[in-house]
């Protein structure tokens, strides 16, 4: 009896599955096999597969029975992706509404906000009230609309015209204002003057089919979202002498420092602690600026020529033999731009096959003459000698990268002053080294000649050297010397090599001869050459100011960057946040810094940077010093452990540890 049942099962089992199996290969309609009963007959199909060699279905069948149920599984699918799909597509125009979020407009009685595009404006146009079209329009109507009249209808959209006002003024229908608005970014118009193809960008802007954008104004982020929330505290109008104080053109923006207009206001006596102005030669004294008078009468403002054809004056003559008499060299070639002193004489001094050994905190204008010289560039840490040494040897042991053969030179480029950290270089070791492994030193002295050294001749001085040390000196007359142009300055062969060789000697104007007095007034004043005998009267002023300014500041309890001895003292802020209420609340105040932020240093250290003069009064430090007080508790900007807090009274003890 139990194998009658058990066959009586087989038999009933194969039976359904010979029904199930034959039911797959007649085909069940599409809404059958999506729906749960299809489902259901796909997954008791899988089963059986599965236990097919218990239920003795035959091979064949059992084939036939997976390619099957795969197929319909399959249709299942592509046919849910197809919905999906479709369904995503649908949604789009919504989806897009809320994820650019740009210009919100208030609709329904300003109860909720939606975004200003031209599917929204669209659908607001299709539920307006209707208004007969006037005869004009209705004449437009039956015109086609060109090519010129799209580039319109953009034009006016972008200026924020609707959608709904601009279809009642063609008298044509909101959808096709609205389809033109959708594909504004690929609507080509042909400048038949030029026969150049151009693209109207989303913004109304132009440019060209096919090209890369030659500038990307808005693309960064730091553009974008900082940078223009706090451009009022950069490129103020000044509009006087950058004295220890000035006067400043009043300005004012009403869209949020997108533009600005001026009010007709001067701020008058700000106190001035942004310029380089580092010995006070920045001056309008009619007394002092004699000669400088004299000589703008007898030459003129301009040269109009360079040194190598009609620009060699006897003004530049005398300045560059005072220079060399003031460092100590053999001779020196002045230049008319500070920036150009750098970026046009390293190239003419190294070149492909040399090695540039580069301080990573080095000028903008080191770094492109290192660049544009072709040599090959490596970066050592600030100030670090061991990394320095590192570099230096690993040069000398494996030589070029490709061929390992011995470098034709190499070049350390370092500065006196680092002029964002206000520290000053390691001369004595950094010598050393260039004997060591026979490598040569250019010196860039632009923020500390004139502003270190018992008599003011730059770190040569301050460390004690012998200028012959230093292969290549260079500085600048832009700071201490209240001028503008540059110096190179060495040995004798050294400076008729780039007479001939470099750009900024053979292409470049010459300096004009009332600037060059300027510059020989401030450096015959330095070296008592005057008959005044107060030659070191400014130096030893700047240097009294420099410290006491700096050991205020660390008793206030802010971190400062830099030497004890620089004028250059970047105060630390940190958050960028902070850069703009710092700014703004100071020159409320009547004072004026310069606040630095990305890309000039790192984005998370930014700065207001401090020039110390020694046109500065006592009177004027201890003004800013109160107004920086009162600033740093109200930002919060006194980040030194050591510093006082505002609220002593919270606290029993002076200091404390804290307990793990």
């Avoid at 299809?38 to 003795?56: C, Q, S």
């Avoid at 223009?228 to 009043?250: Q, T, V």
């Avoid at 060059?516 to 008592?528: N, P, T, V, Y």
Wanted: with cysteine.
């Amino acid at each position: 009896m139990e194998s009658d049942n058990d066959e009586s099962n087989q038999k009933g089992e194969k039976d359904t599955q010979v029904a199930i199996l034959s039911d797959i290969e007649t085909g069940q309609p599409n809404d059958e096999v999506n729906s749960r009963e299809g489902l259901k007959t796909t997954r008791e199909g899988l089963k059986t597969t599965v236990e097919e060699p218990k239920r003795g279905l035959e091979p064949t069948d059992t084939l036939k029975l997976i390619r099957r149920t795969m197929e319909r599984t399959i249709d299942y699918i592509l046919k849910a992706v197809k919905d999906l799909s479709a369904f995503l597509e649908k949604i789009s125009p919504l989806m897009k509404s809320l994820d650019r979020m740009e210009n919100l407009v208030p609709v329904n009685n300003n109860a909720d906000l939606l975004e200003k595009t031209p599917e929204v404006e669209q659908a607001a146009a299709d539920m307006a009230p209707k208004k007969p079209a006037s005869a004009e329009a209705r004449k437009m109507t039956k015109e086609k609309i060109t090519l010129e009249m799209k580039k319109e209808i953009i034009r006016k959209y972008n200026r924020g015209t609707r959608i709904v006002d601009i279809a009642r003024e063609y008298g044509r229908n909101p959808s096709t204002i609205g389809t033109i608005m959708t594909m504004r970014e690929k609507i080509l118009a042909t400048d038949v003057a030029k026969g150049v193809t151009r693209i109207i960008e989303g913004d109304g802007r132009w440019r060209r089919k096919d090209f890369v954008p030659l500038y990307q104004d808005f693309e960064n982020f730091y553009t974008r979202n900082l940078y223009m929330r706090i451009r009022d505290n950069w490129n103020r109008p000044i509009c006087s002498a950058p004295g220890p104080k000035f006067n400043l053109l009043e300005r004012v923006s009403d869209d949020y420092n997108w533009t600005f207009r001026f009010t007709g206001r001067i701020i008058k006596d700000v106190i001035n602690m942004g310029s380089y102005n580092y010995l006070g030669f920045a001056e309008t004294d009619p007394n002092a600026l004699k000669t400088v008078n004299a000589m703008l009468h007898k030459y003129g403002t301009g040269v109009c020529s360079t040194r190598q054809e009609m620009g060699n004056l006897d003004k530049h003559v005398e300045l560059e033999n005072l220079v060399a008499q003031f460092l100590g060299v053999e001779a020196s070639m002045a230049f008319g731009m500070g920036y150009a002193t750098n970026s046009m004489n390293i190239p003419a001094l190294v070149g492909k096959g040399c090695l540039i050994l580069s301080d990573e905190l080095n000028h903008s204008s080191l770094i492109l003459g290192a660049r544009l010289s072709g040599a090959t560039i490596r970066v050592f840490k600030h100030n670090n000698i061991q990394s320095l040494e590192k570099l230096l040897r690993d040069a000398v042991i494996h030589g070029q990268p490709r061929n390992r053969r011995a470098w034709k030179k190499i070049l350390i480029l370092v500065e006196g002053i680092y002029s964002m950290e206000g520290s000053i270089v390691r001369l004595p070791e950094i010598v050393a080294l260039k004997r060591k492994y026979k490598a040569y030193l250019y010196l860039d002295e632009a923020h500390s000649i004139g502003a270190v050294g018992p008599t003011g001749r730059g770190v040569v001085e301050y460390f004690g050297m012998d200028p012959s040390d230093i292969d290549v000196l260079m500085g600048t007359f832009t700071k201490s010397f209240g001028a503008v142009g540059g110096y190179i300055a060495g040995r004798k062969e050294l400076v008729d090599y780039l007479r001939v060789h470099s750009h900024s000697s053979t292409y470049a104007t010459s300096m004009c001869p009332p600037v060059a007095e300027q510059i020989i007034r401030a450096m015959k004043s330095l070296m008592g050459l005057d008959g005044a005998k107060q030659e070191l009267q400014r130096v030893r002023q700047l240097s009294e100011n420099t410290r006491y300014f700096r050991r205020r500041l660390h008793e206030l309890g802010f971190i400062i960057y830099g030497n004890e001895d620089s004028p250059v003292v970047p105060l630390l802020l940190y958050i960028p946040g902070k850069i703009g209420a710092f700014s703004r609340r100071l020159l409320a105040k009547y004072i004026g810094v310069v606040v630095v932020g990305f890309p000039a240093t790192p984005i998370t250290e930014s700065r207001a940077r401090f020039c110390v003069s020694a046109a500065h009064t006592r009177e004027m430090l201890d003004t800013v010093l109160e107004a920086l007080n009162e600033l740093g508790d109200f930002l919060q900007l006194k980040y030194s452990r050591h510093s006082r807090s505002s609220r002593p009274e919270l606290y029993d003890e002076t200091s404390f540890e804290l307990e793990d």
